[in-house]
């Protein structure tokens, strides 16, 4: 049986990473073989073009070229890491996939939806998950946490990656492109308010994946 493929989208600050491992304990502690992964990253390969994606000193280039680079990282880790797991049976969770590229390089960066649908096809599809879970929150409000969190570490690092550094316009129609995913797309995505303790927003969470995957018959 092929494991369930869960995702996780929002915008920075959102709260991504905590809730993806909150949920991959809770799966684990229901003796379900879990794998946690990131986009872009996840694979050797696909973590180099993460680091040339995200480094603020990467020269500036269009939205079809940071694209494509998200799009080579994505087959690879596809390829080497997700489908793999998936064909074991285990769960796999992913902190960010699809939707972050048709919010982050289509609508907020301009990239027109027929190119990033052209590219799902030739390298995602059928590899969609059966959970997106979008974490909803002011752009401020998410900014604010992502810099909180940058800081308070036993090494500071206070330079923004190079999303984090765009203006507030662009954070705001991220959030706007989010929200409009999850109200298309209602069978596949849970968009659930992370302006909330994080204990709350997992039990919202939770109950997404325990209804929709893990009900008799799921």
Not at 173 to 190: H, K, M
Request: include cysteine.
């Amino acid at each position: 049986m092929l494991g369930k493929f869960i995702t996780f989208e929002g915008g920075e600050g959102s709260g991504k990473s905590t809730q993806a491992r909150l949920l991959a304990d809770a799966l684990a502690a229901r003796n379900i073989a879990t794998a946690m992964t990131r986009e872009p990253g996840g694979s050797p390969f696909a973590e180099a073009m993460r680091h040339v994606i995200l480094d603020p000193a990467t020269p500036p280039h269009s939205p079809l070229s940071e694209a494509l680079l998200f799009y080579a990282a994505r087959a690879d880790h596809l390829d080497h890491v997700v489908r793999p797991a998936l064909n074991d049976g285990v769960w796999v969770i992913c902190d960010r996939f699809i939707d972050s590229t048709r919010v982050y390089q289509g609508v907020a960066g301009g990239l027109p939806g027929e190119v990033i649908d052209t590219l799902n096809e030739m390298i995602v599809s059928p590899t969609l998950p059966d959970l997106t879970i979008i974490l909803d929150l002011p752009a401020e409000l998410g900014l604010g946490r992502a810099y909180a969190r940058r800081v308070d570490r036993i090494n500071p690092d206070t330079e923004a990656d190079a999303y984090e550094r765009r203006d507030l316009e662009f954070h705001w129609r991220l959030r706007g492109a989010f929200q409009a995913i999850a109200a298309a797309e209602p069978q596949r995505c849970v968009l659930i308010d992370a302006a909330q303790d994080e204990q709350e927003v997992f039990a919202e969470v939770w109950h997404a994946v325990e209804s929709r995957l893990l009900a008799a018959g799921a």
